[in-house]
């Protein structure tokens, strides 16, 4: 298999890739992206022997652009149509960013069955990013209102930003941009839907993972990288893994959000580490 779409339940076709064979791994990837941003680790596991397989989220890349389901209980229901149609077993899921709230939710509503060996939340959005009297450590309300403003008003010009700045750490001083990777980040969100991204901006920000990652049994790793200025580690990693059962933390000082991208030779080495584990 190379790449195909399923059809959900209420219409909505999701494109996935589906490359190798042996155990499988399934990728989840952050807003507004694609698949194609886990390019570096596709390549990388199937050559080591693994079977490979991403998707994008509905309203995200080549999938339908959606304007309903935009919210966490569709998407891990999607991605559970998914597992089924593919028979997975003992996959392993890795999510970045709100794909890591997706992979929470997934693998605690619908996991069972043998379906899932072990989970990765990669600068996770989990437990719950906006600031409350129950979270006080979260980021203000104001801050995602700022990002639905900016998406609103020229969503061309806010997908250059936010790539050349904080997401992978460009803005930091002696920090050279990569000009391709700030293009492949554009082209992957200018691909989606604008509705179903000015929806997801709550998705990430305001669902609360709490009870998902407490009922999750599966071996866990979350890797945060201790210089994210999009998800701040110590409201999210530093929460999330005295939530799991099963969870084990791992930090890396001075990387940025997009670090696996940034820094894949690193992230895939301790990515392989974990899964052989």
């Keep these: 298999m190379s790449s195909d779409t399923i059809t959900t339940q209420d219409g909505t076709r999701i494109f996935y890739k589906d490359w190798g064979t042996g155990t499988p791994i399934v990728f989840h990837h952050g807003w507004p992206l694609s698949s194609d941003d886990w390019d570096a680790q596709m390549l990388f596991f199937l050559q080591h022997g693994f079977r490979v ?11 339908s652009q959606t304007d309903r389901g935009n919210e966490m209980d569709t998407y891990a229901a999607d991605v559970a149509a998914l597992a089924a149609h593919l028979d ?19 693998v605690a ?28 450590g979260g980021l203000p ?29 460009f803005n930091r001083p002696g920090v050279e941009a990569i000009p391709g990777v700030v293009d492949n980040w554009w082209r992957q969100g200018m691909i989606g839907s604008a509705k179903a991204h000015y929806d997801c901006i709550k998705a990430f920000s305001e669902t609360d993972f709490t009870e998902d990652l407490k009922r999750i049994q599966v071996p866990t790793l979350v890797m945060h990288g201790e210089d994210d200025q999009i998800v701040p580690i110590a409201d999210s990693a530093q929460l999330s893994v005295k939530l799991l059962k099963h969870g084990t933390l791992k930090t890396y000082p001075g990387f940025p959000h997009g670090m696996a991208t940034t820094h894949a030779e690193v992230i895939n080495a301790d990515l392989l580490a974990f899964i052989k584990g």
């Design 109 to 136: 509503r619908h996991g069972g069955n043998g379906r899932v060996a072990k989970a990765v939340l990669i600068g996770a959005v989990p437990p719950v990013m906006v600031k409350s009297e129950k979270n006080p």
């Design 53 to 63: 397989i991403a998707h994008d989220r509905r309203g995200h890349g080549r999938s």
């Design 141 to 169: 309300i104001e801050v995602f209102d700022g990002f639905r403003k900016a998406l609103a008003a020229n969503r061309a010009q806010f997908y250059r930003d936010v790539p050349a700045g904080p997401f992978y750490g």
């Design 88 to 106: 997975l077993k003992g996959a392993i899921h890795v999510g970045h960013s709100t794909g890591g709230g997706e992979v929470a939710r997934y």
